[in-house]
């Protein structure tokens, strides 16, 4: 189940956010919000996907480079939402 | 000890060694951290780097508290990161100040701790907000609150806000130390302009990494800060132009530019902030993102001021988003980064109150919010249709895709250094008045081609320096990389340190040592003293934004520091000379007694009739011969007279009297009419004109006054000037000045001939009395040099006497000789000199202290 979501997560970062990219260049614990490759609007437009791709509901503090840093954090927060 | 510092354990390391520095190399990195910093703190206080607290007390404290630091165990580094805090707020504002701003922080964050609701605990907060405001505000009046208010608000009034919202949503640490260092941080109490961090993120951030690349990072930008106030030090004294004396396009692009490019300042003020909390382990990041190379306003936006902008985005931007889910994905973009810019002017004027005490809505200040906030929401819905592409760090830009860029940023400089002089300036009029002064025509434009040209091989080069490649690179902690970069470091630090020491300055031609010296020096520019002296005689805030030293001058001035005309002792007249003193008060104004005895001038009580035997001299002048800041009897007009009597009189029979006409703010013009209306009833034998090589400016500021008010002109040749000047009431303040103080020197050379006539059809011998002002060294300026010469010029050509005391504060500090750091005034000190230096030229030159009636 993580497994699955992080391929989607990672799928949808590069396709929408780096294209062009190699794919093995964005690992599960590149830093996507500190690292500068997701800003405030790239954030919100994962978060819409996240809920519409998973049937979440993210909140306001939830948006954050604690929760959304990583691939492994997506996955984590979208597993516990789903949990 | 950390992952790292275990690492660099060997098993050759001695006891000593290892219980201190793990190994060697851990010793060679703390003895290279230790020389960095104590470099940068020898630095700072050389170049006198930003305040004197800072360079003479913080500094040395995060030097010193830096070397204990360093050697604690982790869990004792945040509580002495408190202590180290609070004894610098001891230093900074002593004891009963900083007993205040301890006290008052505590029952702030007790608070937000109190086991309440959330809406009781806010509600608690807004009550003792508006008791603070009341004090603000000095309905009550209490001695600490003009010290104490702006530091505690810098450091209270956003990051309560992010506070109180991570209390609630459970994020960062909630430990009271982690609060402590949060709100108490230790360069806060010197630079209240940096209100805003992150409480997670300041959390999370703290030892993150390996200490010594957070120490080396600290380093770094503590080097880089001072570099930025280097540069801003250097625009500002040697590039930035009074927007009086823009004439000409290429006079409008360097004042635009220059004017923009002073906001390093506060770009070096934040970099030396949080530089100096990486000595203590927190890892923030950096404040602003080289905005200047900024490609689109949303670009801007996320550079200009990082701790603001994820401020705005985390208390407001996404709540908002996320609350209207019902919404479609343009309209919350829209509405979420209107309420943004909402906030953020608000927020602006909020964070004036409570540094300067009074309120900024302005009509640029809310203009300029406006267009960029229309421009950011724009391109944010244009970037969020399109999508942002971003690159993980391999792929470098092409060269044509370099040359686009630097297109997009310059053309992004443009309108930003545009916007950004409509928002410095004190009136949209004044605004469009620089541009109708700057004549721009299309030959003008063809003209300035090769400027532009220049312009954009300069952000070309930028670009290719900078962006080429995404900068996401990690640190390298290699322990090699790391002695380079520390040896980099030292270098520039000792080159900077050693460039200001006499011997190495003995190297370079005096140009350079002139200007080296000067950046040595923390002072105001040309324009900048002028608009501190013209908030003497009017109620103007001499800075309007946060963009410069000049508020914080402001900032400093106390409360109770009134123009006379606010007092007893001054009042309207109605007519051209819009002032005058009034008869019989006595009061203290600006900390000293002033009495204006019954003939309406601020002396003894002497007799209007001269008596026999008496030589009497009148003089006249503006607030520094009045004695603005000093008593009665430290006037240099005063001493001087004492001394006369008591030591220069030859003949027991002798007795001089020297009568004080002087009233702040007066113009040679006003001085003529003073002149004819009033001084010769007294029968002076001579009249010290004391002037000043601003009287040019002072005479066109003063007229510009009259024509806006609509009142009557005095004399021919002045209503004929006014006439050339084309200038009516009708106009902007500043479009009259910059017109009328083109006419100065015809004015002058029209006044002097008749201040010279009537003198001598009542047997008076006029003076032409040049006397210096209060300015740090370089401000003694070429310009005010040939000013002054050419008054004296003038002035002799009348028939004056001349007496040149030009030089009599030489060899002397300005802070030695001003009244108050924020009042340029001579001190008593300063009247001393004065009244030294006049009383050797008169002995020198006898004919002035002879020439009887």
Redesign the interface.
């Known amino acids: 189940m993580t497994e699955a979501t992080k391929a989607t997560v990672k799928d949808y970062i590069l396709r ?4 062009g ?2 794919p093995a ?2 690992t599960d614990s ?1 830093p996507l919000i500190s ?3 997701l ?4 954030t ?2 994962l978060v ?1 996907f996240l809920e519409e791709k998973f049937g979440v509901q ?4 939830e ?4 929760h959304l840093d990583t691939i492994t954090n997506i996955a984590a927060l979208v597993h516990a939402k789903k949990a | 000890m950390s992952k790292v510092d275990a690492n660099l354990t060997s098993p050759t390391s001695s006891g000593w060694l290892r219980t201190l520095f793990g190994d060697w190399m851990g010793a060679a990195k703390f003895l290279s951290l230790a020389i960095q910093v104590g470099l940068l703190v020898l630095v700072v206080r050389q170049f006198q780097l930003e305040n004197r607290v800072f360079y003479e007390k913080i500094m040395p404290l995060a030097f010193g508290g830096f070397l204990i630091h360093y050697f604690l165990p982790q869990r004792y580094r945040l509580p002495f990161f408190i202590v180290l805090s609070v004894v610098g707020i001891y230093a900074a504002l002593g004891f009963p100040n900083s007993l205040w701003l301890i006290g008052l922080g505590l029952l702030l964050i007790g608070i937000c701790h109190l086991p309440a609701s959330l809406a009781v605990r806010v509600t608690l907060l807004l009550a003792m907000a508006a008791m603070l405001v009341v004090l603000r505000l000095g309905q009550i009046k209490v001695a600490w609150a003009g010290v104490v208010l702006p530091i505690l608000a810098s450091m209270f009034m956003f990051r309560l806000m992010v506070y109180l ?1 991570d209390l609630k ?1 459970q ?1 960062g640490k909630t430990s009271l130390p982690h609060a402590l260092a949060y709100f108490f941080m230790l360069p806060n109490v010197v630079f209240p302009l940096f209100p805003v961090v992150d409480y ?2 300041f959390c ?1 951030t703290y030892y993150d990494s390996d200490r010594h690349q957070i120490y080396q990072k600290g380093i770094n930008l503590l080097l880089l800060g001072i570099i930025q106030l280097m540069f801003y030090r250097a625009i500002n004294y040697y590039w930035m132009l009074p927007p009086e004396d823009v004439k000409s396009l290429s006079d409008l692009a360097q004042y635009m530019t220059a004017n923009y490019l002073l906001i390093l300042w506060l770009i070096g003020l934040f970099t030396l902030v949080v530089g100096m909390l990486h000595l203590f382990g927190f890892n923030l990041p950096k404040p602003m993102q080289r905005f200047f190379l900024a490609a689109s306003f ?1 670009d801007f936006w ?1 550079r200009a001021n990082v701790y603001w ?1 994820d401020f705005m ?2 208390v407001f ?3 908002l ?3 209207l889910r019902k919404l479609g ?1 343009t309209s919350r ?1 829209l509405l979420a980064l209107a309420v943004v810019f909402v906030c953020t002017w608000f927020f602006h004027a909020y964070q004036w109150f409570w540094i300067r005490g009074s309120f900024l809505f302005s009509a640029p200040d809310m203009l300029f919010w406006a267009i960029f906030g229309v421009l950011v929401i724009a391109n ?1 819905i244009l ?2 249709k399109r ?6 760090g ?1 792929r470098a830009l092409a060269f044509t895709e370099i040359v686009v860029l630097a297109l997009r940023v310059m053309g992004l400089f443009f309108i930003v250094t545009v916007l950004w002089s409509l928002w410095t300036s004190t009136s949209v009029a004044d605004w469009v008045a620089l541009w109708s002064n700057a004549n721009i025509t299309l030959d003008a434009l063809i003209k300035f081609i090769p400027i532009l040209a220049l312009a954009f091989g300069v952000f070309l080069t930028a670009a290719y320096l900078f962006e080429k490649t ?1 900068q ?1 690179a990690a640190a390298n902690s290699g322990f090699f990389p790391f002695l380079r970069t520390a040896a980099v470091t030292s270098a520039v630090s000792l080159f900077l340190f050693l460039s200001g020491k006499p011997a190495a300055l003995a190297s370079f031609d005096n140009r350079t040592q002139e200007i080296i010296r000067d950046l040595q020096t923390a002072r105001l520019n040309q324009h900048e003293v002028e608009l501190l002296t013209r908030g003497y005689y009017e109620n103007l805030n001499a800075a309007n934004q946060f963009n410069s030293q000049l508020w914080e001058l402001d900032m400093k001035k106390s409360d109770d520091w009134p123009m006379i005309q606010e007092t007893a002792a001054g009042r309207g007249t109605g007519d051209f000379m819009r002032l005058e003193l009034v008869p019989s008060t006595s009061l203290i104004f600006h900390n000293a007694k002033v009495t204006i005895n019954r003939w309406g001038f601020r002396d003894q009580d002497y007799e209007q009739k001269k008596p026999h035997g008496v030589y009497r001299i009148a003089v006249l002048g503006a607030s520094g011969p009045f004695g603005s800041g000093v008593s009665d009897d430290e006037i240099f007009e005063a001493i001087l007279e004492a001394r006369l009597n008591r030591e220069n009189g030859g003949k027991p029979s002798v007795k001089y009297e020297l009568l004080n006409f002087s009233v702040p703010g007066y113009c040679t013009i006003r001085q003529l009419l003073l002149l004819e209306k009033k001084v010769v009833a007294f029968e002076p034998d001579a009249v010290f004109l004391c002037a000043t090589p601003r009287d040019e400016i002072s005479l066109a500021r003063h007229l510009t006054h009259v024509v806006k008010d609509g009142g009557d002109v005095p004399f021919d040749f002045l209503r004929t000037i006014v006439q050339k000047a084309e200038v009516n009431k009708d106009m902007s303040f500043e479009q009259i000045f910059t017109r009328l103080k083109e006419f100065g020197d015809e004015a002058l050379a029209e006044a002097f001939p008749r201040f010279a006539q009537i003198c001598r059809e009542h047997g008076i011998l006029p003076v032409y009395v040049l006397t210096p002002v209060v300015t740090p060294a370089a401000e003694k300026l070429k310009r005010d040099a040939k000013l002054s010469t050419r008054f004296m010029n003038l002035a002799q050509a009348a028939g004056f006497a001349i007496v040149n005391l030009s030089s009599a504060f030489d060899g002397h500090a300005a802070e030695e000789l001003r009244v108050k750091e924020w009042d340029l005034h001579p001190n008593a000190k300063g009247h001393q000199l004065l009244a030294d230096r006049l009383y050797e030229t008169l002995r020198e030159n006898s004919r002035i202290l002879l020439a009887t009636k």
């Open positions: 929408e956010f780096l294209p990219e190699n260049a964005l590149t690292g500068g490759i800003d405030s609007l790239s919100l437009k819409t993210i909140e306001a503090h948006a954050d480079v604690e | 919202y949503h994020k997670s993120t999370r949303t996320r902008k985005q985390k931007f996404y709540p988003y996320f609350r994905a973009l944010s970037e969020n999508g942002r592409q971003q690159a993980l391999q995404p996401r």
